[in-house]
């Protein structure tokens, strides 16, 4: 392959060319273009001689007929930091290939603040916010633990202060790291219930070390009294053995048709961060209270759908998948959802009526699988002694497609 179609990234932290390494200089002084931020570009010396273009916006659809446009010239492009860590490196891999791409990286932004505050990086979360809604960061609350947060502009830390004090965490202690590795270099501190500092530089990473507050369980089967709704939930122990059935695995797309609280694509996507959900539900109330959920448990990015399947399901992407916690017995319901999964995809559907377990039934005679049923019973009182308490009996059918 000619070094002309290579595209060279190069990582550049807040000192600009100063913290650059040789390796770094070299590539920026031999291009013939450069692309980045106006920030960015910026920083370079006169002494660069190449042609600077700044980043359209937005990027994403202009960058392939950007980088066409240069194919035969020396070009590199600036990152911030370490390019391959939420940066523009992984981006250009993904459309270029691998062997187009020569990334030269610079301390990541998050190493830096790890090293600022002393944290054991391998031990810290990470969590962005560059694109996602702050109350993304509230899946990873938890007594005690320490928080590196990306941060999307100069506004993010009095968000990430005030979702902390809302959700029990006003003690956490935060510092707010700006211009890292930079001149500006600068360190706020505080706490959340007590955060006041003024909108600072853009350019920040926030340091979280959580305070006592409601742990966050980890597993499936959150308290019911988690979820909002009118009582169309899947209980918590159902739901514990509905998500082993269901086998979230990271970065598969799951569909939870009949949603209802929307608990369970909800406890999907808090599995692993790259799990995605698609919730169908018809009830218009029940979709604002998934999304109320979705937000509250830390997983904003679920999608909600407004409809009733099976015509709801028509033009979603293809899911890894599906949950069926109503509507099974709706005709072409279990038909279309079976339709859309791959080989090798995973279907769950739960019945409490007689109804919907004789269609289990025959799609368990049918396609074969595991057919469970449950009963729950929970301890009440009763008078001033304490009985057993059951709810309604649960069928669950899955099956793995090998067609």
Not at 76 to 91: E, K, Q, R
Not at 111 to 121: F, I, K, N, P, V
Not at 179 to 187: I, S, T, V
Not at 359 to 367: P, Q
């Amino acid at each position: 392959m000619r070094s002309e179609d290579v595209v060279t990234v190069v990582g550049l932290g807040a000192g600009g060319w100063s913290d650059l390494s040789g390796t770094g200089r070299s590539a920026l002084d031999a291009a013939e273009v450069i692309f980045g931020s106006a920030r960015q570009l910026a920083l370079l010396p006169d002494s660069v001689a190449a042609r600077r273009v700044p980043w359209p916006s937005p990027l994403l659809p202009a960058l392939p007929a950007l980088l066409d446009a240069e194919r035969g010239r020396a070009v590199s492009v600036l990152a911030s930091g370490d390019p391959m860590f939420h940066g523009i490196g992984a981006t250009l891999v993904r459309l270029l290939g691998a062997a187009r791409v020569c990334v030269l990286p610079h301390p990541s932004s998050v190493s830096l603040a790890a090293a600022r505050m002393g944290w054991d990086l391998a031990g810290t979360d990470v969590v962005t916010l560059v694109t996602a809604p702050v109350e993304t960061l509230a899946r990873w609350l938890n007594p005690g633990r320490r928080i590196l947060v990306l941060s999307a502009g100069a506004q993010t830390p009095a968000a990430v202060a005030g979702l902390l004090a809302a959700r029990g965490y006003a003690s956490s202690e935060m510092t707010v790291l700006e211009q890292l590795g930079g001149p500006g270099e600068r360190a706020v501190a505080g706490t959340a219930g007590g955060w006041v500092a003024p909108a600072g530089d853009p350019l920040n990473v926030i340091a979280v070390r959580c305070g006592d507050g409601p742990p966050g369980p980890c597993v499936a089967g959150l308290p019911d009294d988690a979820y909002a709704g009118d009582g169309q939930l899947t209980k918590r122990e159902v739901r514990a053995v509905t998500l082993a059935a269901l086998a979230p695995v990271p970065g598969r797309l799951l569909w939870d048709v009949g949603a209802g609280s929307g608990s369970i694509g909800i406890e999907w996507m808090r599995s692993h961060p790259s799990c995605r959900a698609v919730a169908i539900e018809s009830s218009a109330d029940r979709v604002t209270t998934i999304t109320l959920n979705a937000a509250n448990l830390g997983v904003p990015g679920l999608r909600v759908v407004h409809g009733r399947a099976p015509e709801a399901l028509d033009g979603l992407p293809d899911p890894d998948t599906i949950f069926i916690g109503g509507g099974v017995t709706r005709d072409g319901v279990l038909d279309r959802c079976l339709a859309a999964l791959r080989p090798g995809g995973r279907l769950v559907a739960n019945a409490v009526t007689v109804e919907s377990e004789a269609v289990l039934a025959a799609a368990y005679a049918k396609y074969g699988g595991d057919l469970t049923r449950l009963t729950v019973q929970r301890g009440a009182p009763v008078g001033g002694f304490t009985g057993w308490r059951s709810f309604m009996p649960v069928t669950i059918w899955s099956v793995t497609l090998c067609r």
